[in-house]
Structure formats: structure tokens, C-alpha cells
């Protein structure tokens, strides 16, 4: 299952799900992609389909393995990757490299298990609001889901993951 970022950095209000969706065709990828996003209806951790959280491995657009599994990202070390393999944007660039993304910190609204934090995601990523805050985690710690509270009005990366093979 291919993890993607979105082709530029977004605010705590987004439509992330169409972004991953537009981004994805646009890029003529033909598999569904969701937001790496905890929201209202759906923790980050079901995102992906139960048939495929346990034998598929978690890779760039390159092809390189970042995690092993989907459920590994949950394990509660908060999402340990190695940070030498580039995370690419959907029109190809390394999220870590690249200045489109100056502050080098993921979107992601969860706890270390991938469980949404009502309190931290921005009103369910409705808001860019200076007041209200969202989960995310600064990639330098090489981990997925740091737990470090951001305000809404920041522009951050945000993840799109394949959420079933085909």
C-alpha cells in the first residue's frame, strides 16, 4: 500500500479525502486513497481495509518499504520509520527535501494507536482557526504519530494512504 503526500501543505480546515482522491487520479493512480487523517467518523487506524492491514507492507511511490504492515504504524511507538526513505508527494517530490513543505511536520489528529483525538483535530479538520489545535508530529522524530499539539492555522504535510490493493 503506497503512502503519498498531498502536492502541498494544508491548514487544519481541508477537504482531505477529495485532495487524496483528486491527487491520486490526477497522478493516474487507480487505487482508492484516504486521508492519513483521524475525522469524525473514522479513526486513523481503520482506514485501511481489515483484509489488508496485516500481509501488504506500507511503501512510497518508489516502491520502498517505510512500515512493514498498516497495523505496525499502530504498535504504540508512535509510527518509527526510518527517515532515509523519501515519503514523495504525489507529483513526486521528497516531503523532507523539498521547500513547498518548509515545516516538515505531519497532520494526523490521533493517539500513538491511531485513535482520533476529538480534542486535537481541528474540529474534524474543519478549521484553520489560530485557537483551535490538531495532533501532528514533526517527521524529524522519525515517527509517524508524534503526539505534539499544533494550532489549526499552520500549514502542514498531509498523508494520503492507498486504503485497499488492487
Known sequence: LHLVALNF???????ADFQCFRQAQLAGLTSTYRAFLSSHLQDLA?????TDRHHLPIVNLQ???LFSN???IFDG?????NIHVPIYSFDGRNVMTDSSWPQKII???STANGIRLVSNYCEAWHTADMGAMGQASPLNTGKLLDQRVYSCNNLFIVLCIENSFV
Not at 501543505?9 to 477537504?15: C, E, H, K, V
Not at 481503520?46 to 481489515?50: E, G, I, M
Not at 511507538?77 to 520509520?81: I, K, L, V
Open 107 to 109: 497532520w494526523h489528529g
Open 77 to 81: 511507538n508512535g509510527g518509527q520509520f
Open 63 to 65: 516502491g520502498e518499504t
Open 46 to 50: 481503520t482506514v485501511v481495509r481489515k
Open 70 to 72: 498498516w497495523e505496525s
Open 9 to 15: 501543505p494544508l491548514s487544519g480546515d481541508m477537504r
